[in-house]
């Protein structure tokens, strides 16, 4: 540190120690921000998809519970005039969300084909259902794995893509119930994004505020470290000045100029040296008064 003066020493002891601390409590803090807006947008979308698939759910079982019913009530009807028969199809084939919708399908036959009885498309009534693969495409597998998954009784429900009108690719959600006492189940499915639409909108509003806050935070710590940088500097520079001035009067004295003027009235640690500088200046004068008188 030799030949550094107090300014820099000054400045590279307080001042780049605090830019240090300053930028690193930041640093910290924006960090801490994104964690917390980041578990409250994960949190909130993990929380509303599954009150929507629970949803999609209880509208399967719903449905299920309608048609067994009417079932048990009209014996008589048969499968190939579900999709005919209003009554039957107005509760076999109900709306889900906005887009979504319930349908109607039987286990497999003795030779191992899947066939729809109730659905909103009349033309794949009582067809194959694996002659759905070329318009699912590559979803598929995805969808079949659900659509077959109720085997043995049980609920079966998952993802699959469906492709738009627009040609744009979506996430569905099935849900697949069995009519208890039949062959038939309930397939319950819609795009989850319509329910999810306003948690997104809220996430994407919550991204703009954390990325406001982090702006401030930032700007914050740089008007911080611009004020104390200016605080320290014009105190620095300043000290500089009075100890300037009281080494200039040393100087001065030490060359026998003894009527030099100290003009430092503070109370610190300097006004008590100014002081100290102003008596030996006294002192001084009067032994060579003294010295003179004798002479």
């Not at 209880?58 to 009530?73: D, F, N, P, S, T």
């Not at 694996?130 to 995805?142: D, M, Q, T, Y």
């Not at 703009?208 to 710590?221: V, W």
Request: charged fraction near 25%; include cysteine.
């Amino acid at each position: 540190m030799k030949g550094m003066g107090l300014m820099g020493k000054s400045m590279l002891f307080l001042f780049v120690p605090l830019i240090v601390f300053l930028a690193i409590g930041a640093f910290f803090s924006i960090k801490q921000l994104d964690s917390l807006s980041k578990i409250l947008i994960e949190g909130g979308t993990a929380t509303v998809t599954r009150m929507a698939e629970q949803q999609v759910a209880q509208h399967a079982r719903a449905v299920a519970a309608q048609v067994r019913l009417y079932l048990l009530i009209h014996p008589e009807l048969k499968k190939e005039k579900f999709n005919t028969d209003p009554d039957f199809k107005k509760i076999a084939v109900q709306k889900v969300g906005l887009t979504g919708y319930s349908a109607l399908y039987e286990l497999p036959d003795k030779n191992g084909i899947w066939r729809t009885w109730a659905h909103v498309n009349p033309k794949i009534i009582g067809i194959d259902m694996r002659n759905v693969k070329k318009a699912l495409g590559e979803s598929f597998p995805a969808f079949w794995k659900v659509f077959t998954g109720v085997k043995g009784g049980k609920e079966s429900r998952g993802y699959y893509k469906w492709r738009d009108a627009d040609g744009k690719l979506r996430d569905k959600f099935m849900v697949c119930t069995p009519v208890k006492g039949t062959r038939f189940i309930v397939a319950s499915t819609t795009y989850l994004d319509e329910f999810t639409r306003p948690m997104k909108k809220l996430q994407e509003r919550s991204r703009q505020m954390a990325q406001e806050t982090r702006n401030i935070i930032i700007a914050l710590q740089v008007a911080t470290i611009a004020i104390i940088g200016l605080i320290v500097f014009f105190y620095v520079r300043s000290l500089i000045a009075r100890i300037a001035h009281l080494s200039e009067v040393a100087d001065r004295i030490s060359v026998g100029e003894l009527d030099m003027e100290i003009d430092v009235r503070s109370k610190d640690e300097l006004g008590v040296l100014a002081q100290s500088i102003a008596r030996m200046q006294r002192s001084i004068r009067l032994a060579i008064e003294r010295v003179r008188r004798r002479r």
